[in-house]
């Protein structure tokens, strides 16, 4: 998967807690994303990296957060988990905005 | 508001056959229309892509049509296999615009022996 590696791949946890996804690439893309995926929505943008440190909000960013403190890695937190938030969750990668996009393998997230 | 509406929802085909998926966009200012192919469990994967400079373009058994005026393109695969079974998504974007890329809602292919 293009040097892309999300963790964990399965994830069930209860309503309320923290959750942090972990994404880590090894091409050195400048850009990053987290997306969601849902039946009948496809897949949504909840944040993007355009650098160390820069990041901005995707379509459905209430409820995340997140922190890109070296190239290589981009965290996924959920600071209080909800049912809504059940989905899986995937990262991506590019070398310039929104074009030629490589998925990682994806996260399952149950809420419970 | 779903920013590129896809159809159909799902579509069975036989082998050989031609599969047709339809998506329709309204913001003018979109200019790059890339399509992604995901099996399950796995990631999705870019399969084409087409600017709106060009009306078509082919690679391999994959063609996009894309027809400007109307805001709706369109992705055919000649000579369906077995495995070409997968959920296809068609997205969207304005690069010029630095703007986000758009997914559909996904059709989930199944072309059957």
């Known amino acids: 998967d293009a040097g892309i590696t999300q963790s964990p791949r399965h994830k069930v946890t209860e309503t309320g807690t923290p959750v942090t996804l972990r994404c880590h690439q090894t091409e050195n893309h400048r850009y990053m994303y987290w997306y969601r995926q849902d039946p009948g929505h496809g897949l949504r943008l909840i944040h993007y990296s355009y650098g160390v440190k820069d990041t901005d909000k995707g379509e459905v960013s209430d409820g995340y957060s997140v922190s890109r403190s070296k190239t290589e890695d981009f965290l996924l937190t959920l600071e209080s988990a909800t049912s809504s938030q059940t989905s899986v969750y995937f990262c991506?990668?590019?070398?310039?905005?929104?074009?030629?996009?490589?998925f990682g393998s994806g996260t399952q997230l149950s809420v419970l | 508001q779903q920013q590129v509406k896809q159809s159909p929802q799902s579509l069975i085909v036989q082998k050989g056959g031609i599969s047709i998926i339809n998506c329709a966009y309204e913001n003018t200012a979109f200019d790059y229309f890339p399509w992604y192919q995901q099996f399950p469990g796995k990631g999705p994967a870019l399969l084409i892509a087409i600017r709106p400079d060009v009306s078509e373009k082919k690679e391999g058994r994959f063609t996009i049509s894309f027809n400007k005026s109307a805001k709706q393109f369109s992705l055919h695969i000649m000579d369906s296999q077995p495995g070409d079974s997968a959920t296809y998504f068609c997205?969207?974007?304005?690069?010029?615009?630095?703007?986000?890329?758009?997914f559909g809602t996904g059709t989930r292919l199944t072309v059957i022996p």
């Open positions: 991506a990668i590019s070398p310039r905005r929104s074009e030629k996009l490589f």
């Open positions: 997205a969207a974007t304005s690069q010029t615009g630095a703007n986000n890329l758009f």
